[in-house]
Protein backbone atom coordinates (compact mmCIF):
# COMPACT_ATOMS: atom_id res chain seq x y z
CA UNK A 1 0.00 0.00 0.00
CA UNK A 2 0.84 3.40 -0.41
CA UNK A 3 2.93 4.89 2.38
CA UNK A 4 4.50 7.99 3.31
CA UNK A 5 7.45 8.68 6.28
CA UNK A 6 7.55 11.84 7.90
CA UNK A 7 10.24 13.08 10.26
CA UNK A 8 10.53 13.71 12.81
CA UNK A 9 7.28 13.46 14.52
CA UNK A 10 8.03 16.16 16.94
CA UNK A 11 10.50 19.07 17.16
CA UNK A 12 10.37 21.87 19.61
CA UNK A 13 12.80 24.58 19.26
CA UNK A 14 13.37 28.11 20.54
CA UNK A 15 11.64 30.82 19.16
CA UNK A 16 13.62 32.06 16.31
CA UNK A 17 15.21 28.79 15.22
CA UNK A 18 14.77 26.51 12.59
CA UNK A 19 12.91 23.45 12.11
CA UNK A 20 13.43 20.93 8.82
CA UNK A 21 11.24 18.04 8.17
CA UNK A 22 11.64 15.31 5.87
CA UNK A 23 9.21 13.48 3.51
CA UNK A 24 9.06 10.42 2.08
CA UNK A 25 6.83 7.70 0.27
CA UNK A 26 7.31 4.59 0.78
CA UNK A 27 6.12 1.96 -2.02
CA UNK A 28 4.99 4.54 -4.97
CA UNK A 29 6.45 7.46 -6.77
CA UNK A 30 4.35 10.48 -6.00
CA UNK A 31 4.02 12.98 -8.71
CA UNK A 32 3.53 15.63 -6.42
CA UNK A 33 3.52 16.79 -2.87
CA UNK A 34 1.46 19.21 -0.89
CA UNK A 35 2.89 20.48 2.31
CA UNK A 36 -0.26 21.22 5.10
CA UNK A 37 -0.04 23.02 8.50
CA UNK A 38 -3.17 21.38 10.40
CA UNK A 39 -4.18 24.08 13.89
CA UNK A 40 -7.06 23.70 15.81
CA UNK A 41 -7.68 27.40 14.63
CA UNK A 42 -7.29 27.27 11.18
CA UNK A 43 -7.94 23.48 10.31
CA UNK A 44 -5.97 22.75 7.40
CA UNK A 45 -3.89 25.49 5.40
CA UNK A 46 -2.01 24.63 2.27
CA UNK A 47 1.81 26.03 2.01
CA UNK A 48 2.86 24.61 -1.05
CA UNK A 49 2.72 22.29 -3.66
CA UNK A 50 5.29 20.56 -5.36
CA UNK A 51 5.91 19.00 -8.62
CA UNK A 52 8.78 17.39 -9.52
CA UNK A 53 10.52 19.31 -12.67
CA UNK A 54 7.92 22.15 -11.69
CA UNK A 55 8.53 25.29 -9.76
CA UNK A 56 6.60 24.28 -6.60
CA UNK A 57 3.64 27.04 -6.19
CA UNK A 58 3.35 27.95 -2.41
CA UNK A 59 -0.03 29.51 -1.28
CA UNK A 60 -1.13 33.07 -0.21
CA UNK A 61 0.81 34.01 3.20
CA UNK A 62 3.61 31.35 3.01
CA UNK A 63 6.75 31.78 1.12
CA UNK A 64 10.11 30.15 0.27
CA UNK A 65 11.84 32.83 2.04
CA UNK A 66 10.16 31.18 4.97
CA UNK A 67 9.27 27.58 4.33
CA UNK A 68 11.72 26.79 1.66
CA UNK A 69 11.07 23.00 0.50
CA UNK A 70 13.41 20.64 -1.49
CA UNK A 71 11.63 18.20 -3.85
CA UNK A 72 14.91 16.37 -5.97
CA UNK A 73 12.56 13.17 -6.91
CA UNK A 74 8.95 11.14 -6.98
CA UNK A 75 9.73 9.69 -3.47
CA UNK A 76 11.57 12.73 -1.48
CA UNK A 77 10.99 16.06 -0.41
CA UNK A 78 11.84 18.36 2.62
CA UNK A 79 10.24 21.42 4.08
CA UNK A 80 12.16 23.51 6.81
CA UNK A 81 10.45 26.32 9.01
CA UNK A 82 12.66 29.16 9.08
CA UNK A 83 12.86 31.46 12.40
CA UNK A 84 9.95 29.79 13.93
CA UNK A 85 7.98 31.56 15.86
CA UNK A 86 4.62 30.64 18.09
CA UNK A 87 1.89 31.71 15.09
CA UNK A 88 4.24 28.50 13.28
CA UNK A 89 3.53 26.21 15.80
CA UNK A 90 1.06 23.21 14.52
CA UNK A 91 1.38 20.08 12.59
CA UNK A 92 2.54 19.59 9.30
CA UNK A 93 1.28 17.24 7.16
CA UNK A 94 3.19 16.09 3.81
CA UNK A 95 1.05 14.91 1.02
CA UNK A 96 2.04 12.83 -1.15
CA UNK A 97 0.05 12.39 -4.50
CA UNK A 98 -0.25 9.02 -6.90
CA UNK A 99 -2.87 7.78 -8.98
CA UNK A 100 -4.83 10.91 -8.32
CA UNK A 101 -5.11 10.17 -4.70
CA UNK A 102 -3.53 11.90 -1.75
CA UNK A 103 -1.61 10.10 1.15
CA UNK A 104 -0.20 11.80 3.99
CA UNK A 105 1.82 11.38 6.45
CA UNK A 106 2.14 11.01 10.47
CA UNK A 107 2.84 14.69 10.46
CA UNK A 108 5.56 16.68 12.01
CA UNK A 109 4.69 18.74 14.78
CA UNK A 110 6.07 21.79 15.88
CA UNK A 111 6.16 22.93 19.37
CA UNK A 112 7.65 26.60 19.76
CA UNK A 113 9.29 27.42 23.23
CA UNK B 1 -14.35 32.58 3.18
CA UNK B 2 -14.62 28.94 4.28
CA UNK B 3 -15.21 27.13 1.12
CA UNK B 4 -16.61 23.52 2.19
CA UNK B 5 -18.36 23.32 5.50
CA UNK B 6 -18.83 20.49 7.56
CA UNK B 7 -21.73 19.81 10.14
CA UNK B 8 -22.53 18.74 12.83
CA UNK B 9 -18.89 20.04 14.60
CA UNK B 10 -19.15 16.92 16.98
CA UNK B 11 -21.58 13.89 16.84
CA UNK B 12 -22.53 11.27 19.51
CA UNK B 13 -23.90 8.19 18.20
CA UNK B 14 -24.59 4.55 19.84
CA UNK B 15 -22.86 1.78 18.63
CA UNK B 16 -24.91 -0.04 16.13
CA UNK B 17 -25.94 3.28 15.37
CA UNK B 18 -25.76 5.11 11.67
CA UNK B 19 -23.97 8.30 11.74
CA UNK B 20 -24.41 11.04 9.31
CA UNK B 21 -21.91 13.46 8.53
CA UNK B 22 -22.57 16.60 6.46
CA UNK B 23 -20.49 18.42 3.63
CA UNK B 24 -21.09 21.09 1.55
CA UNK B 25 -19.18 23.39 -0.24
CA UNK B 26 -19.24 26.83 -2.44
CA UNK B 27 -17.21 26.16 -5.89
CA UNK B 28 -19.01 24.37 -8.61
CA UNK B 29 -15.69 23.69 -10.24
CA UNK B 30 -14.98 21.02 -7.45
CA UNK B 31 -15.45 17.61 -8.63
CA UNK B 32 -13.67 15.37 -6.56
CA UNK B 33 -14.61 14.34 -2.22
CA UNK B 34 -12.55 12.58 -0.60
CA UNK B 35 -13.30 12.02 3.12
CA UNK B 36 -10.47 11.41 5.90
CA UNK B 37 -10.04 10.12 8.64
CA UNK B 38 -8.21 11.31 11.48
CA UNK B 39 -7.39 9.79 14.90
CA UNK B 40 -5.37 11.93 17.98
CA UNK B 41 -2.00 12.26 16.88
CA UNK B 42 -1.96 10.75 13.45
CA UNK B 43 -2.14 11.85 10.32
CA UNK B 44 -5.20 11.92 8.24
CA UNK B 45 -6.22 8.84 6.52
CA UNK B 46 -7.96 8.74 3.01
CA UNK B 47 -11.44 6.75 3.91
CA UNK B 48 -13.52 7.08 1.03
CA UNK B 49 -13.72 9.44 -1.88
CA UNK B 50 -16.41 10.26 -4.79
CA UNK B 51 -16.25 12.59 -8.16
CA UNK B 52 -18.76 14.47 -9.09
CA UNK B 53 -19.95 12.73 -12.36
CA UNK B 54 -20.96 10.14 -9.22
CA UNK B 55 -24.31 10.16 -6.70
CA UNK B 56 -22.90 7.24 -4.51
CA UNK B 57 -19.77 5.61 -3.20
CA UNK B 58 -19.59 2.83 -1.10
CA UNK B 59 -16.91 0.73 0.76
CA UNK B 60 -18.17 -1.48 3.49
CA UNK B 61 -19.57 0.37 6.11
CA UNK B 62 -18.99 3.70 4.45
CA UNK B 63 -21.52 5.33 2.19
CA UNK B 64 -20.94 9.19 0.51
CA UNK B 65 -24.34 10.63 -0.79
CA UNK B 66 -23.30 13.54 -3.07
CA UNK B 67 -26.26 15.94 -4.58
CA UNK B 68 -24.30 18.35 -7.30
CA UNK B 69 -27.12 20.49 -7.89
CA UNK B 70 -27.41 21.60 -4.31
CA UNK B 71 -23.53 21.00 -3.59
CA UNK B 72 -23.92 18.86 -0.46
CA UNK B 73 -22.20 15.47 0.31
CA UNK B 74 -22.58 13.27 3.13
CA UNK B 75 -20.59 10.54 4.59
CA UNK B 76 -23.01 7.73 6.60
CA UNK B 77 -21.49 4.86 9.01
CA UNK B 78 -23.42 1.92 9.44
CA UNK B 79 -23.37 0.36 12.75
CA UNK B 80 -20.81 2.41 14.13
CA UNK B 81 -17.85 1.01 16.21
CA UNK B 82 -16.44 2.36 19.31
CA UNK B 83 -12.77 1.87 17.11
CA UNK B 84 -14.67 4.63 14.86
CA UNK B 85 -14.92 7.21 17.07
CA UNK B 86 -12.54 10.07 15.23
CA UNK B 87 -12.72 13.51 13.68
CA UNK B 88 -13.17 13.02 9.99
CA UNK B 89 -12.75 15.71 7.35
CA UNK B 90 -14.58 16.41 4.27
CA UNK B 91 -11.87 18.12 1.51
CA UNK B 92 -12.37 19.12 -2.23
CA UNK B 93 -10.34 19.74 -4.98
CA UNK B 94 -10.68 21.08 -8.77
CA UNK B 95 -9.68 18.35 -11.33
CA UNK B 96 -6.39 19.04 -13.75
CA UNK B 97 -3.03 17.55 -13.40
CA UNK B 98 -2.37 19.30 -9.96
CA UNK B 99 -6.40 19.37 -9.43
CA UNK B 100 -6.21 16.80 -6.54
CA UNK B 101 -2.93 17.60 -4.26
CA UNK B 102 -4.89 21.06 -3.98
CA UNK B 103 -7.38 20.03 -1.07
CA UNK B 104 -9.65 22.63 0.36
CA UNK B 105 -10.72 21.08 3.64
CA UNK B 106 -13.47 21.28 5.90
CA UNK B 107 -13.07 21.78 9.55
CA UNK B 108 -13.98 18.43 10.57
CA UNK B 109 -16.62 16.57 12.40
CA UNK B 110 -15.48 14.84 15.57
CA UNK B 111 -16.98 11.62 15.78
CA UNK B 112 -17.58 9.59 19.39
CA UNK B 113 -19.00 6.49 19.28
CA UNK B 114 -20.43 4.99 22.37
CA UNK B 115 -20.64 1.62 23.88
Known amino acids: GALVYQYPRRTICKSGTSMRMECQAVGFQATSVAWYRQSPQKTFELIAL?????????EQNFTQEKFPISHPNLSFSSMTVLNAYLEDRGLYLC?????????FGEGSRLIVV | QQQVRQSPQSLTVWEGETAILNCSYE??????FPWYQQFPGEGPALLIAIRSVSDKKEDGRFTIFFNKREKKLSLHITDSQPGDSATYFCAASEGGEGGSAKLIFGEGTKLTVSS
Open chain 2, 27 to 32: NSAFDY
Open chain 1, 95 to 103: GARALNTLY
Open chain 1, 50 to 58: STVNSAIKY
